[in-house]
Nanobody, 114 residues
Framework: QVQLVESGGGLVQAGGSLRLSCAVS????????MGWYRRPPGKQTEWVAH???????NYEASVKGRFTISRDNDKKTVTLQMNNLQPEDTAVYYC????????WGQGTQVTVSS
């Protein structure tokens, strides 16, 4: 059983920054490919960013250049640095494997005011 705990969300004004963290614990030896996802109000969960075991990153088009995903394999954490946040980034943010194979955590709320 693997547990995901996301943290770091909050309320910021447009143009601000937040740094999200995801702690992975449980029966796991090493982190697989990992991703960040988000669920905007009233919408479906969508993919935001992905980082491979080797550290290669990919981003959804609307966040590219503003968000940076990173990982610490020893600490089993995944981080999402979010800069120049915009109101459309408002969502509950989750981490999971690159294929969203694990049970979802509680997520962390990000609210961006205009």
């Amino acid at each position: 059983q693997v547990q995901l705990v996301e943290s770091g969300g909050g309320l910021v004004q447009a143009g601000g920054s937040l740094r999200l963290s995801c702690a992975v614990s449980g029966n796991i030896f090493t982190l697989p490919n990992m991703g960040w996802y988000r669920r905007p109000p009233g919408k479906q969960t969508e993919w935001v960013a992905h980082i491979s075991i080797g550290g290669s990153a990919n981003y959804e088009a609307s966040v590219k250049g503003r968000f940076t995903i990173s990982r610490d394999n020893d600490k089993k954490t995944v981080t999402l640095q979010m800069n120049n946040l915009q109101p459309e980034d408002t969502a509950v943010y989750y981490c999971n494997t690159g294929l969203a194979e694990w049970e979802w955590g509680q997520g962390t709320q990000v609210t961006v005011s205009s």
